[in-house]
């Protein structure tokens, strides 16, 4: 499974998966003691009958969210508003006080501290939850899976006109001058993939195997074509290429909502 996942969207690192436990640490915080409940949730938080939305609409760089999964996730649903601050109190290395230290979010960090304190000795009103789905229910196979959920990016990336692009940023053979050092493209790029991806991920909220399907298809093209970089020129190209990506994924973003993160 995990040689699975490498390639199709690259296997969590040890910080990735304490991210997430710590975000579903602060789902089950909520629904254990019902704090949703209460009209002071509601206030901070807004309310949680809300409707989720794949499609939701978000406020880049805002200061009343925490930042802690990627794409905005904060902003989702108010469930997730709790969850993801939650998870920013309950990191040790977060440095919540002074990183949001004059943000709206603190209220919400102040008041998941000041609960946590005065609950922590309570036994939860719901000691157990529901199981969502049994193994004997679950009727989708690990094949099925996979090809729902990379399907909508092979289609999407195809059509692409990558070449003017990635021309003008690199260096085509024939363009090659005698005596001067130079990086394939595809190095530079393979070099960096990875932080490419979770950054642009990150960054812009566009669902991950999108981006990292993106990514191999500038990185097949430009083996294809092969690019170069002069050496002494290489960052300043690695660093143009990221800002092209990063667009290429925003023009998903803004063209076709759908394609954004999925819930979890």
Known sequence: MARIEDAVNDVESEREIMTYLRHEAGH?????????????WHELFGSFRRPYRDDFPFVPFSKDYVRHIAGWYAQKHPDEDFA??????????????????????????????????????????????????????????????????TIDE?????????????????IEPERKRNGVEYRAA??????????????????????????????????RRLGELDLAAEATRSRTAMVELTVYLTTLAMTFLTGNKRLRHRTL
């Open 84 to 149: 993801e601050t939650f998870a920013v109190w309950l990191d040790p290395e977060s440095n919540w006080r002074e990183r949001y230290y004059g943000w709206g979010a603190m209220r919400k960090l102040l008041y998941v501290d000041r609960v946590a304190g005065e609950l922590g000795d309570r036994a939860p009103v719901h000691v157990e939850g529901e199981t969502d789905i049994t193994v004997e229910e679950m009727a989708q196979t690990v094949e099925e899976f996979y090809r729902e959920t």
């Open 154 to 170: 092979t289609r999407a990336i195809e059509a692409l006109a990558l070449d003017a692009d990635l021309i003008d940023i690199f």
């Open 186 to 219: 595809t190095q530079l790029l393979a070099d960096h993939r990875r932080d490419v991806v979770d950054k642009i991920n990150y960054w812009t909220g566009v669902r991950r195997t999108l981006v990292r399907a993106l990514v191999a298809a500038v990185e």
């Open 28 to 40: 089950a915080f909520n629904y254990a003691y019902e704090l949703f409940r209460t009209e002071e």
